[in-house]
């Protein structure tokens, strides 16, 4: 089946290349460590030229031989790539934002072999508190692709991560969004603070630990916030209450339940959860807690959003578009 | 004016000591690096004896010569060095604590001198999410010395640090406190985490920016906690809105706010500060946003609260208790 698209799924710390073919459909893909923080140094000959520039070195490590089989292939890229410190920085587009307004936004970078890579730009909230994203657009767009979307439905997409997403998305398009910086707090307070030093390894998941944590985030006490709960984690060791190695699953579930604790649950919402399906089942079983139950994981999210991002500014035929 | 008590402020990086007369008075002060975890470690010759332990080593370098020329001189010592890493461990007591059930619960051991060091006991409130504090509740029982206790007075007292305490005081007695990891969160994320990248160096305190932290924090926004407000430490760099410069600052004040907005504000409080002067000085002026206007700072809190905890324990002549 011939190709019709390479998508690039292209981070901080690493690279995925999609070959697609009609519909969208993945025919081959690739996983590279070269995130725009661990490009590749050595420098080479790509497409006749002596070339030491890390993002065409990553660039033709991921799908020049794709491009070599079929050298008109359009190509899309999302993420960290067309950030400040990206290949070529793409302005961010300002919420309100859906697939026609960013496929249409589309900021091209031509590559070494002439290929031109279209980078999807980020969006921007302007809010008292401003918010970024970078591929988690294009995420909740490739989610929005299988979901019924009737004239008042809906959403809240959730994306756990070192900086969690909560976005909220109204008939096809990214109304709202929150980051909370609760992966990376986790880990650096693991890592650098007085809790790690106690914290012991467990090879197992410790389901009564996370959902103790969840449950004093949502508790009298957790009303005070995280400042204030999170020495629990020290203190309930100190009183043999959480053996070391129950720590780091009690201060995951305690950080994951401050964070959906801030979550409007005014209204029943279809909540859809999007990224690593090991952090989304723990996410979905704290928002059991917290009384959300109708959660979804999404999969897929990234090659259909850059998809149907390609769809929108006009890179496919339309004999190819869906099936 | 001959000594009459030797008083030791030990903590986790530093071992104050001071050598005091009647009524408390200090006549001679010393700060070694020597907290429990930084003692010294180079063997010596301590009362004839060939001597590698750290704490006898730094005990003697804090106040070998005070006990030589007052060899009955007694010893009391506060903090760390009576926590399990400690000297000898001081079991905790239950809250609610004063000086006479803390002065009463004195922890012994005997150095290689055949001196005897008194250890205040920690506190530990066992509510559902524990505390504990070691050191705080020697500053503690010292403000109030200084304070009228009047039959329904009730204070709070804020000892802002790595590990902030607020303590409720009712009628000189420790009746309630809450711990907030406010300033190791600062320095963890500072350190290590994505905000510290864009942060760059002030030799001034950036006014604006910290109240402006503080602001946010109280705010609406400020209400989803401070996992959501974080991020806007990096966001408004990218916006424009906060030169690198002022990062640490809006940081700390967003911290600090955070911590401030979980404090009771049913009821008018007389709030007294102890510890850092710049930290409480910031902790003041985020008080003062708050709406806390009844804010004073003590000073020489620990040594007043170890002569109170010696009088307690009866290792002081009455002549010499007060001027």
């Known amino acids: 089946m011939p190709a019709q698209l390479i998508a690039l799924d292209w981070g901080t710390s690493s690279l995925r290349a999609y070959k697609l073919g009609p519909g969208g459909h993945v025919l081959e893909h690739r996983s590279l460590a070269s995130g725009i923080m661990h490009l590749p140094t050595e420098p080479r000959d790509i497409a006749g030229i002596w070339c030491a520039d890390g993002f065409e070195l990553a660039f033709d490590a991921a799908c020049g031989d794709w491009l070599d089989a079929q050298p008109t292939l359009p190509v899309i890229a999302c993420g960290m790539v067309g950030s400040a410190q990206g290949w070529s920085e793409a302005a961010y587009r300002d919420t309100p934002a859906d697939v026609a307004t960013l496929g249409q936004a589309l900021h091209v970078v031509r590559s070494l072999r002439g290929v031109d890579v279209h980078i999807v730009p980020g969006v921007i909230q302007r809010s008292a508190l401003p918010n970024v994203m970078r591929g988690e657009e294009t995420q909740v767009l490739g989610v929005l692709q299988n979901l019924p979307v009737g004239p008042a439905s809906r959403r809240l997409i959730g994306l756990p991560g070192s900086h969690s997403k909560w976005v909220e998305v109204v008939e096809g398009c990214i109304t709202h969004f929150d980051t909370f910086m609760t992966g990376e707090l986790f880990a ?136």
């Not at 009298?220 to 699953?249: K, N, W």
């Not at 999969?299 to 099936?323: H, I, K, N, Y």
């Open 188 to 323: 650096v307070l693991s890592q650098h603070s007085i809790l790690g030093r106690t914290q012991q390894p467990s090879v197992q998941f410790q389901t009564e630990a996370f959902d103790r944590g969840v449950q004093v985030a949502l508790s009298a006490d957790g009303q005070r916030g995280p400042l204030s709960t999170l020495f629990s984690a020290r203190t309930l060791g100190l009183t043999g209450e959480l053996a070391g190695h129950e720590q780091a699953d009690y201060l995951s579930g305690l950080l994951i339940g401050h964070e959906l604790s801030a979550l409007n649950s005014g209204q029943p919402l279809d909540i859809v959860l999007v990224g690593n399906t090991q952090l989304c089942t723990r996410y979905q079983r704290a928002l059991a807690l917290c009384g959300f139950s109708h959660v979804t994981l999404a999969q897929e999210a990234t090659e259909r959003g850059l998809w149907q991002l390609a769809v929108a500014a006009g890179l496919l035929p339309a004999s190819v578009q869906s099936d």
